[in-house]
């Protein structure tokens, strides 16, 4: 298996524009992780889904944050409008069950001006 | 309280000597717990996991765990100049969701 792949690598947009993050997991792994991580915050979990379904998004900052996941192989985390505050390293991860390792895909370096 | 809380650090340990990091985590009906190594500009990989009190030795990684003290710790013994990176302290919170700490910055000096 590739692991847990992530696009694009890096992102950057100007403040007010959409930004569209993508996330494949690992074959046969129930459930995924969204993650943003920065120097003053460190790795917060934003929202997490078990076999597709949104299980806890208290982490999510606001209402410009949302996420899907339509189906078993892909996940997307939409930022509309962007702001400067939102420039960060998100990072998807995946596994196979509850209480187990997550594995992480190589992050989205995003970068809003 | 944060769930999961880690000295940041820096820490700095001369190459070959025993480098020691500490975790303390809120929920306690925790069930596993986590040890990540992230190098800059790249995304954590776990190195140890844990599930039981007590001690839980990799090579030259052990792990400890003491439920009744909401406490995971990280030895790194012969600390070589490769294992400078952010370490990550992780902990399934309401056994549903992994929650990490900050991270402590470890350099080993040659």
């Known amino acids: 298996d590739a692991g847990v792949i992530q696009s694009p690598r890096h992102e950057v947009t100007e403040m007010g524009q959409e930004v569209t993050l993508r996330c494949k997991p690992i074959?046969?792994?129930?459930?995924l992780f969204w993650y943003r991580q920065t120097m003053m915050r460190g790795l917060e979990l934003l929202i997490y889904?078990?076999?597709?379904?949104?299980?806890?998004d208290s982490g999510m900052p606001e209402d410009r944050f949302s996420a899907k996941m339509p189906n078993a192989s892909f996940s997307t985390l939409k930022i509309q409008p962007s702001e400067p505050r939102d420039s960060a390293v998100y990072f998807c991860?995946?596994?196979?069950?509850?209480?187990?390792?997550?594995?992480f895909g190589q992050g989205t370096r995003l970068t809003v001006v | 309280q944060k769930e999961v809380e880690q000295n940041s650090g820096p820490l700095s340990v001369p190459e070959g000597a025993i480098a020691s990091l500490n975790c303390t985590y809120s929920?306690?009906?925790?069930?596993?717990f986590f040890w990540y190594r992230q190098y800059s500009g790249k995304s954590p990989e776990l190195i140890m996991s844990?599930?039981?009190?007590g001690d839980k030795e990799d090579g030259r990684f052990t792990a400890q765990l003491n439920k009744a003290s909401q406490y995971v710790s990280l030895l790194i013994r012969d600390s070589q100049p490769s294992d400078s990176a952010t370490y990550l302290c992780?902990?399934?919170?309401?056994?549903?969701?992994?929650?990490f700490g900050a991270g402590t910055r470890l350099t080993v000096k040659p």
């Open positions: 991860a995946s596994n196979l069950q509850g209480n187990t390792e997550a594995f």
């Open positions: 074959s046969g792994h129930n459930s």
């Open positions: 889904f078990n076999n597709n379904v949104p299980i806890d």
């Open positions: 929920d306690r009906g925790s069930q596993s």
């Open positions: 844990i599930y039981s009190n």
């Open positions: 992780a902990v399934y919170h309401n056994n549903n969701d992994m929650r």
